[in-house]
């Protein structure tokens, strides 16, 4: 799960569906005496909730918070299992975990905090395995990803640059540099799925797509008017979902390299973006309150999930598609997905 910029920060929450069924399957029938649905399992921190992350293999959920610490749960049950404690002094610098991604086999997961560092944690040992220095200050992460072969890292910060790592030598092999006149975030960096491209995207406004192979910026995204916080391919990577501060997400034509559809209805910035498995619904985040559910196919909002105080900042589909998990405010919630009609 890859998701996204984290600029809504101190957040209390607690989600219910104010829309149940817009032409597909309804939520789950249990209900609080407010009307609002029961989630199947509510995990929690001792401080927001910045990432959530499924395992590939669907087992673990992952997630970071401003706690400075990644809890790994039992996706099915809800029990922790483990908790990755991230306190690392540099100078007078006790930072949280702004973003997490599990490795494509499952054995690593990396995570960025804002002390300048990415760690590496061992899943199943439950402890670090390596810290790679990043940015220099004052920049700091943003995003990380592992490539689809888990040979690369690439990470990004506030800066315009972008860092691919060889995880074999635990090297910096390349940067990227982004073509913004000043040095502006890269607030989300993601791996197309055939591992030759990267796309980025940017307080400038644009998402850049790179060429692998080359180090090459190959086309440039334009359209938001505003910062953009969030990425997510289609499963099969020929579109791209870009969430943005203008309240908008845009599904990008990658073989046109042109805007496809624009979904609105959002009323605060789009800061998490991500796809079922099966590529046909899009899950968005946003400062507004709420989690909303696209039909990819028709570009019309599915349902709406609400946030009783205020905005979620990840949301993950499991890998099989049949649960959804959100974190915001200290709390992390699992739903079952309906089955679509």
């Known amino acids: 799960m890859r998701c996204c910029r984290k600029w809504f920060l101190l957040l209390a929450a607690a989600l219910a569906v104010v829309s149940l069924d817009r032409g597909g399957a309804a939520w789950a029938d249990d209900k609080n005496p407010d009307g609002s649905p029961i989630p199947r399992t509510t995990m929690s921190h001792s401080d927001s909730v910045l990432s959530v992350a499924y395992s590939p293999d669907g087992k673990t959920l992952a997630s970071a918070s401003m706690d400075k610490t990644i809890k790994l749960w039992d996706a099915a ?176 034509d990658l073989t046109t390299g042109k805007e496809a559809v624009t979904f609105t209805g959002h009323a605060g910035g789009v800061g998490c973006v991500a796809f079922s498995p099966d590529g046909k619904t899009l899950a968005s985040a946003s400062a507004d309150n709420t989690i909303k559910l696209w039909d990819v196919a028709t570009g019309k909002e599915k349902a709406a999930l609400q946030w009783q105080s205020q905005g979620c900042t990840s949301v993950a589909f499991s890998p099989d598609g049949k649960t959804l998990a959100a974190g915001g405010g200290k709390t992390i919630r699992l739903w079952d997905v309906p089955t679509e009609k």
Request: aromatic residues 8%; glycine residues 8%.
């Open 77 to 252: 049950t809800g029990k922790e299992l483990t908790t990755f404690d991230s306190t690392r002094k540099r100078g007078s610098w006790f930072r949280a975990v702004f973003s997490m991604a599990f490795s494509p086999d499952g054995k690593l997961l990396a995570s960025v905090n804002n002390d300048w560092t990415i760690r590496l944690w061992d899943v199943q040992a439950g402890k670090e395995q390596a810290m790679l220095l990043a940015h220099t200050p004052p920049a700091f992460g943003r995003s990380v990803a592992f490539s689809p072969d888990g040979k690369t890292l690439a990470y990004s910060g506030t800066d315009k640059t972008i860092e691919l790592w060889d995880l074999a030598t635990a090297k910096e092999k390349s940067t990227l540099q982004r073509h913004a006149a000043v040095a502006l975030p890269v607030q989300s960096v993601a791996f197309g799925p055939d591992g030759k491209t990267l796309a980025s995207a940017g307080a400038d406004n644009t998402i850049e797509l790179w060429d692998l192979a080359t180090g090459k910026e190959t086309v440039t995204l334009q359209g938001h008017t505003d910062e953009v916080l969030c990425m997510a391919y289609t499963p099969d990577g020929k579109m791209l979902a870009s969430g943005c501060r203008d309240k908008t997400i845009k599904l990008w």
